[in-house]
């Protein structure tokens, strides 16, 4: 024998306002882990001659350019970051590459040792000639 009628639950009532909200928070958490990692796998590294450039969670990815001698630093740094210490510099370097370092941990320490990157005539002379 079949029914004469036969109700159902609307699925309206699964997005209540409670559920819009936890939805709309767990979203952006998802986005913010997801930033946290991939900055906490992005790297410089300084070397004599070069710098490599680290970054990438799932792929990992690597670029290296040449780094002899440094020209200027120009640091900024927010309220925030001067709270939290991350700051942003860009880096003058002789050459065709300037580069820009955002959101970096400790960037006046950063500062200093790029400051004394600034390699002696004769340094220069070597690399030129070689």
């Given at each position: 024998?079949?029914?004469?009628?036969?109700?159902?639950?609307?699925?309206?009532?699964?997005?209540?306002?409670?559920?819009?909200?936890?939805?709309?928070?767990?979203?952006?958490?998802?986005?913010?882990?997801?930033?946290?990692?991939?900055?906490?796998?992005?790297?410089?590294?300084?070397?004599?001659?070069?710098?490599?450039?680290?970054?990438?969670?799932?792929?990992?990815?690597?670029?290296?350019?040449?780094?002899?001698?440094?020209?200027?630093?120009?640091?900024?740094?927010?309220?925030?970051?001067?709270?939290?210490?991350?700051?942003?510099?860009?880096?003058?370097?002789?050459?065709?590459?300037?580069?820009?370092?955002?959101?970096?941990?400790?960037?006046?320490?950063?500062k200093t040792f790029l400051e004394t990157r600034g390699a002696r005539?004769?340094?220069?002379?070597?690399?030129?000639?070689?």
């Open positions: 024998m079949n029914p004469n009628y036969v109700a159902q639950k609307s699925i309206v009532k699964a997005f209540t306002p409670l559920c819009v909200l936890f939805f709309w928070l767990i979203i952006p958490a998802f986005i913010i882990v997801f930033r946290i990692i991939a900055l906490k796998s992005e790297r410089f590294e300084f070397y004599d001659d070069h710098v490599i450039h680290k970054y990438g969670v799932l792929n990992k990815n690597e670029d290296r350019k040449p780094f002899f001698r440094v020209n200027g630093v120009n640091f900024k740094q927010s309220l925030l970051g001067s709270i939290f210490n991350y700051g942003d510099l860009i880096v003058d370097a002789t050459g065709k590459w300037d580069f820009a370092l955002d959101g970096i941990k400790d960037p006046r320490a950063l005539e004769s340094d220069f002379q070597n690399i030129v000639h070689n």
